[in-house]
């Protein structure tokens, strides 16, 4: 026997000695050397095998041979002294000298405990980020578009005044459409152009949520809603904004067609072709549109994009070439001008630099890594870093196409308008840009909200400065009765004959206005004396008008409200004596 069992039978020995000293009924010695009963079942009823120590032939005098006897029930000092209890195994082994607690061992193969229900099973809980689209953040970023939506109508609204040149050019020129505005008035035609502008807002929303997420998508409108040429074309009436909607369309088809068979980019190419048509500007973002077309469906389609891209541009040039065979070339699209280059960059740099800027950070954040990686299990594979590269060169790199053109022609005509084309593919990566800055969950939204708001700022300023169309009020009201003399007989100079021609298009037809020339041809004008009118809106009087004798100066016409008409130069009216 070994030490260790030696002592075992030892202490075992000593504890019922001190029982006995207390007062319990102790069993005889050499029946239960160590007080231990196992527990077995036999047919039914708890018996008890208790270990008797019988002194075998052949055995060493004061070791007895271990042996077990069935017994009665336990006695009240074995109740109150509950044994140790051993394994079956144990107890049918004769060298067993002391118990071990009881265990099970099971057979990893052939059996397995049951897992124990829960208490409380929790719900499936459904992917929260924004990166990934779900029925939550769906509705969340709608939501979130309708204010921007807004908050753009509200920019574009706070803009008022009489007709520009331009729209009222456009409102009595020949045209169905222009026709069918010129019903409606000026009003009408201003609130249709912000309908297009709100509209192309909103599918840049959804291109740009097809390209990255639906996030970037929020940022990308946030900050196009508050362009400044976004608000100038919402509340001017001429077809700049159906151009831009136009192209916009286009943009969203590709994205959302990126997946489908090459055909399918088929789609897009009348919405391409019809936009150059409204505005000639548009005609610089086709070939924009065509790479567009290949670098969307290469992750998905492989070297199938450029069929794709074949299709698209193949497609959208025979379009183009029935519209010019059917209603000529837009004109103005190669207008060459005597503006300085610089200035003009300048100016392209003050309307857009600063979305330009936040573009290319997300241009080059983009190329280095193509997802922030905030649920990484649900982003699914990633574009190549050549294609993300690629993507953002041509996006940020579309907004120089206007500024360097027209720099190039010398001709500044409404490049604040036409920065704002380039822009529409800019800003995407712009939305992207913001979108990583801010990090990932939102971690620091502070930056996406002071450049939102810095682009308000700065947008609603660049719009009150260039929204100044001229008080013409009074000097319509003064004509009215010069005209109502003279009849559909009459002609008139002015140096804006169409803002003359639509204001009273129910007195004259628009061949009765003329544009005066200046120097030597409105002296020649003067001295033929062949007008019954003349209106010219300068600072001074042309020397050629002072005491002749054809004509008298019937009123001088300042601005009715000297802030909104500062610059402006009061208008002057002569009648034929």
Not at 487 to 501: M, N, T
Request: glycine share 10%.
């Amino acid at each position: 026997m070994s030490g260790e069992q030696e002592y075992g039978l030892r202490s075992g020995q000593q504890y019922w000695q001190q029982q006995g000293s207390q007062g319990q009924q102790v069993p005889a010695a050499g029946q239960v050397p160590h007080a231990a009963q196992v527990p077995q079942a036999a047919q039914g009823q708890e018996t008890f095998l208790q270990y008797s120590g019988q002194q075998q032939p052949g055995q060493q005098t004061g070791h007895p041979q271990p042996g077990w006897q069935e017994q009665p029930s336990p006695g009240p000092w074995q109740q109150q002294y509950p044994p140790y209890s051993a394994p079956q195994a144990h107890a049918e082994d004769p060298d067993a000298d002391y118990y071990v607690p009881h265990y099970t061992v099971l057979d990893p193969e052939t059996e397995s405990e049951p897992e124990p229900e829960p208490g409380y099973v929790l719900p499936e809980v459904p992917v929260s980020a924004w990166s990934v689209d779900n029925s939550r953040s769906a509705w969340i970023s709608r939501g979130v578009l309708v204010l921007i939506l807004l908050v753009q109508a509200g920019l574009s609204y706070r803009l008022d005044g009489s007709a520009f040149a331009q729209e009222a050019k456009f409102l009595t020129s020949d045209g169905t459409l222009s026709g069918l505005l010129s019903d409606v008035g000026l009003t009408g035609a201003r609130t249709l152009s912000l309908a297009w502008a709100l509209g192309a807002t909103a599918l840049l929303f959804g291109a740009t949520r097809l390209l990255f997420n639906a996030r970037a998508g929020l940022a990308a409108a946030a900050m196009y809603s508050v362009l400044e040429s976004t608000a100038f074309t919402g509340r001017y009436a001429s077809l700049h904004s159906l151009s831009l909607f136009l192209l916009t369309a286009a943009l969203w088809l590709l994205a959302r067609t990126r997946q489908s068979s090459p055909a399918a980019v088929l789609l897009a190419a009348p919405f391409a072709a019809l936009a150059p048509f409204a505005a000639y500007s548009a005609a610089l973002y086709l070939p924009s549109l065509t790479v567009l077309a290949v670098l969307t469906a290469y992750r998905f389609r492989g070297a199938g994009a450029f069929v794709r891209g074949g299709l698209f541009a193949a497609a959208t040039g025979a379009l183009c070439f029935v519209g010019v065979e059917l209603h000529g070339m837009p004109h103005g699209w190669n207008a060459h001008a005597t503006d300085s280059a610089a200035s003009l960059l300048k100016e392209s740099a003050e309307w857009g630099g600063v979305v330009l800027l936040v573009a290319v950070i997300g241009a080059v954040g983009f190329a280095r890594r193509a997802r922030m990686g905030e649920m990484p299990w649900a982003e699914g594979s990633a574009p190549g870093t050549i294609r993300r590269a690629s993507l953002g060169l041509t996006m940020c790199g579309t907004a120089l196409l206007a500024p360097l053109y027209q720099a190039y022609l010398g001709n500044g005509s409404s490049l604040h308008i036409h920065v704002g084309f380039g822009l529409l593919f800019a800003v995407p990566m712009a939305g992207l840009g913001i979108s990583r800055m801010m990090g990932a969950h939102f971690r620091y939204p502070q930056i996406g909200i002071m450049i939102y708001v810095a682009a308000l700022v700065v947008g609603m300023a660049q719009t009150r400065e260039l929204y100044r169309p001229p008080d013409s009020a009074a000097m319509i009201g003064a004509l009215r009765e010069v005209v109502a003399e003279q009849g559909a007989k009459g002609s008139y100079l002015s140096d804006e004959p169409e803002i003359s021609a639509y204001y009273l298009r129910t007195h004259t037809d628009p061949g009765q206005w003329h544009r005066a020339g200046r120097g030597a041809a409105l002296a020649s004008a003067v001295k033929k004396g062949s007008y019954d009118a003349i209106v010219l809106r300068a600072a001074s009087v042309p020397d050629v008008l002072r005491g002749d004798a054809h004509y008298r100066l019937l009123a001088v016409l300042r601005p009715a409200d000297k802030d909104s008409g500062d610059g402006q130069a009061p208008y002057r009216i002569w009648v034929k004596r």
